[in-house]
Structure formats: C-alpha cells, structure tokens
C-alpha cells in the first residue's frame, strides 16, 4: 500500500519523532515507521516493565533464568556498576591486562621465533569471531594498524588452507588469539589444531606464539596453564554472552593489537549506555524495540533489514544477524509457552545494495522493514568534485536519501539511525544501542535473550553424526580389501544394516559420500543407477 502522507505532512511529522542525542553525535527518526499515535500510550505497561527488567539486570539480578545466569556485559564499560568489588576489581584489571600486553607487543617485548609480531590469527566462532571481524572491518586502516588481522572463524579446512595461504611465511611472526568460553567448541578446537599443525611444519612452537581467551577452569585454560609456553590468558565470564562480548577480552584484545582506540571505543558504548539507561520514550534503544515491536506485531513478523551507506560498515548487518536473531530466536517464553520468537536479520551496504535487492523491497512482496544507517563524515582527506559541486560521497547521501524516500512512496517503512562518523567512540555507541534494544525487546515479548538452547541442540545433533560416522567408517575399515572389488562393496542400505542403523540410511549416504569425495580416507565409491543402489568400500 502507498504512502499517502505529502511532503509536509511528513515533515510534521519528522519534528515530532526525529532525537538528536547531542552527547551521542546521533539522530534517531522513527518517523516513517507508522505506528498510530497512541503507540506507546498503548503499550505503556510493558515499556514500564522492560524498563524496571533492564534495571535490575544491570544490578546484578539473574536475568538468564534458564541457566541460572546474571548477564553483565553492560558494567564492561561502567565497572563501577557491577555488584561486588570483586567483578569490579577484575573488570578493570583485565582492561589494564589487555593494554599492558599490546604494548608489550608492540614494542617488540614480546615477539614470535621471526622476531616482533606482524600479524594477528583469531581462531574462533560466532561472538568470538564476529563481533572482532566488525570492529575490525569498520576501524582498521592498513597504511596505520600495527597489526594485520586474520581470521580462523569456521570448521572448514579450504578455509583454513586459504587464510594461511595469505600469511604465507610470516607465521613466524603471527600471534595466535584462540578464543572459547568452554574451551570445547570443536570449530575453535580444530582451528587451534590446525594452526598448530601449520607451525609444527615450519618446525615452530605453536605455543610460543598463542594467547588463549577464556573461562578459568576450562579445557583451554588448564591447557594454556599446563604448558608455560603459552604467552598469556584472559578472562571470560558466565555473566557476558559471546554475541555480548565485544567489549569484553574476546573483542579488545584483538582491537589493541590491531591498533584501535579501545578506551574510546569503551566510552563510547558508555556513553550510549548512559542514554539508553534513561527510564523515558526519549529513549533511542527503547524507541528502536518499539518500532520492532510494531513492525512484526510483536510476534517478529517482518524482517530486519540493515543498510549502512559506510563500507566500513559492512558487516554490521552479519554482526547483527548474531545479536538479535540468536537473542530472540526462542521457541518458549518466560512463562513456558510455545511463542517461536524472532526476527530475522539481512543486509548488506549501500549503495551496492541499489544494484542487489532493493528491486524487491520496493517492488516485491511487503514482509520487511529497514533500518538505514547514515554517515555524516565522508572521509577523512578532502575530496575531489565528480561534478562541479559534487562529490562522491553527495552521491552516497542521495543514494540512501533517495531508497529510503522511493521505499516510503510505495508503502515500505524505515528508520534511520545517523552518526557522525565511524571512530572507535561511534561504533561504541552502535554496539551498546542494538545491545540494549534487544534486552528491551526480549522484556515486551517475555523472552529470555540470553540463552540459546537451539544452538546446543544443533551441537548435540553434529555429535551423534560424527559418533555415526565413526560406526560407518569402523565397518568400512573392518571390511577393508587391498584391491578393488566392486562384487564385495556394500551398500548404505547394507552398511546401515550391519552396524544396526536402518533408520539413518540417508545420513549414512551423505556420510559415505563425503568419505568417497576425500581421497585421503581411501573410500571407493561405485557409481549406481540411483542412491540405493551406490556401493562403497575401503581400499588399502
């Protein structure tokens, strides 16, 4: 449906709903959201009560009830908030640990067996991968970072060879940061082992070149602490959550190392946490949960869409996807019922996205609504005109002016979040702002975002297919012939028989074809008419 509002019935109201949070050097317009005037009269009582929840998980009240969890990401960057002074104390001397180390690194204290370090391999997944590679996307410069960042953030090997690829001899000169909270995520175990097996073949201590980021009493930390080789330890807490821990260890130490500004990139988040602390509708974190909420009729039923017009920003969009989705992607509520929360989360950049999906969200089926992000700094040198009077970045601005006015014309909502510029002080602030609208938004559903049962089940479901795998692979071995004899192959039917799994044939397929499709496993497949009638043997 089209909009129906003129020009200056829009600039009406644009003053009314457009804040500007001098402090912040942000604006916030809601404004081509439709929500009715009595919104927020409406939903008053649960806006009252996510305020008084917020409130008491900041003082340390359990607020991840399913785990028995307090969740403190939030006195990060306030420590003084935290409620003993023992969370204090550790807050601010882990801050002072990180700094130390960089500098220790920096000035070639400490150094890999090529000399002072060079480069940075982070080796983990989801938060502890995420949240870094976006800070360091959108605050990195390669002319000034002391280090050059990469990442081991996945379980699969091409990925691996190629990132390792790209450091190429100089991993000799690599500090690996190996980042898991249990110490057992197998993604980020068997990125350590792969890393180690890559400096065991250059004849190097993996060791003499790793930190490891995690919980004390974990299996990586009684590693680290087994082996003094290991350059140093930080902290992880039950209390922050991996998609809530960029301003914890997981996110600054590799930020410091790479050379950005940490201390204003905390104040920042501390300063956006000050704003949004605030128990009124002037509130930017609330004002965005609302407009969630209203958008999906508080049952997520529109998509998110994030667009900013920023390179740098670029993955904002992916570190969101984490935050928000995994947070409220619940099937219960607080209460037990079945709800199947959510929202989901897709972008990417503009104006590349002028050129990608925009057809569709002004044209195509109505199920989403966009959150423009808008950068007033262009750049940090002069710029060159493209016209007279014009220059690139005029360009960038009517892009993301015009979408967003082509989007309102045809009936598709939006908001827009303007920054000044992307500095470790703004991405702070963008950080703390979509942290707290999604604790915001869990209150009015009545969900708890700070567990996440279905990615523990996805864990679960991948270790009785790995155990599956090793009764297949056993068979297969057991059955193993010098020679190929197609006449003594077997099946998935047969193989599911033997080891008494028939109800997993197709798994067992899938399983045997990745075998066959690795020649280092030695598993010959014979070509079928049809699945069924594939066979497999192992040939030694």
Same mark, same amino acid.
């Given at each position: ?111 890999? /067996? ?97 930190? /490891? ?142 050129? /990608? ?138 193989? /599911? ?44």
């Amino acid at each position: 449906m089209k909009s129906v509002m003129n020009k200056k019935q829009l600039w009406e109201r644009f003053q009314k709903y457009y804040k500007e949070y001098i402090s912040l050097g942000m604006g916030l317009d809601i404004s081509r959201m439709n929500f009715p005037e009595n919104f927020f009269d409406t939903h008053k009582d649960l806006i009252d009560k996510a305020f008084a929840n917020m409130n008491a998980l900041e003082k340390g009240e359990i607020a991840n009830p399913d785990e028995n969890r307090r969740v403190g990401h939030y006195w990060l960057r306030a420590p003084e908030l935290a409620p003993t002074e023992e969370l204090q104390k550790e807050i601010k001397n882990t801050l002072d640990k990180i700094l130390d180390f960089a500098d220790e690194v920096h000035s070639g204290e400490l150094e890999g /067996a090529g000399g002072p370090f060079e480069n940075i391999l982070l080796i983990g997944i989801g938060g502890s991968a995420l949240g870094p590679q976006f800070v360091s996307r959108a605050l990195g410069n390669p002319s000034t970072d002391q280090m050059k960042v990469f990442f081991f953030d996945n379980t699969d090997p091409d990925g691996m060879d190629r990132t390792l690829a790209e450091i190429g001899s100089d991993l000799d000169v690599t500090l690996c940061v190996v980042i898991s909270k249990s110490g057992g995520t197998k993604e980020t175990r068997n990125g350590m082992l792969e890393a180690k097996a890559a400096y065991q073949k250059r004849g190097l201590c993996f060791e003499d070149h790793a930190v /490891a980021i995690t919980m004390e009493g974990s299996a990586l930390y009684s590693m680290a602490a087994e082996n003094d080789c290991w350059l140093e330890t930080f902290p992880m807490w039950d209390w922050v959550g991996g998609r809530t821990s960029e301003t914890s260890a997981v996110g600054l130490l590799v930020a410091a190392l790479q050379g950005i500004d940490i201390e204003d990139m905390l104040a920042g988040a501390a300063a956006c946490d000050a704003v949004t602390r605030q128990s009124s509708m002037d509130n930017p974190a609330m004002l965005l949960a609302l407009m969630w909420y209203y958008a999906g009729s508080g049952k997520g039923l529109k998509d998110m869409v994030i667009l900013p017009y920023k390179d740098r920003l670029e993955l904002l969009s992916k570190y969101l996807q984490q935050l928000i989705m995994e947070s409220l992607g619940k099937a219960l509520d607080l209460d037990g019922n079945e709800v199947h929360q959510g929202i989901a989360v897709y972008g990417n950049k503009g104006s590349t996205d002028q050129h /990608a999906f925009v057809q569709q969200l002004r044209d195509g089926i109505n199920n989403f609504f966009v959150t423009f992000i808008e950068v007033q700094k262009d750049r940090e040198s002069a710029s060159i005109p493209v016209e007279p009077g014009v220059y690139s970045g005029d360009y960038l601005q009517g892009f993301l002016l015009g979408t967003r006015q082509a989007l309102f014309e045809s009936g598709r909502e939006s908001i827009t979040i303007t920054i000044s510029d992307v500095s470790p002080y703004s991405v702070g602030i963008l950080i703390a702002l979509y942290e707290r609208a999604v604790g915001f938004y869990a209150s009015l559903i009545n969900i708890n975002a700070y567990h996440q049962p279905g990615v523990e089940a996805g864990k679960k479901a991948a270790n009785e297919i790995l155990k599956l795998k090793a009764a297949v692979q056993g068979y297969l071995i057991a059955n193993k012939v010098s020679k190929l004899d197609a006449a003594s192959a077997k099946t998935v039917e047969e193989i /599911a028989a033997a080891i008494g799994r028939d109800d997993d044939v197709e798994t067992i397929f899938k399983l045997c074809e990745h075998l066959a499709g690795n020649s280092d496993r030695c598993v010959i497949r014979f070509v079928g008419s049809n699945p069924s009638s594939n066979k497999y043997q192992m040939v030694y």
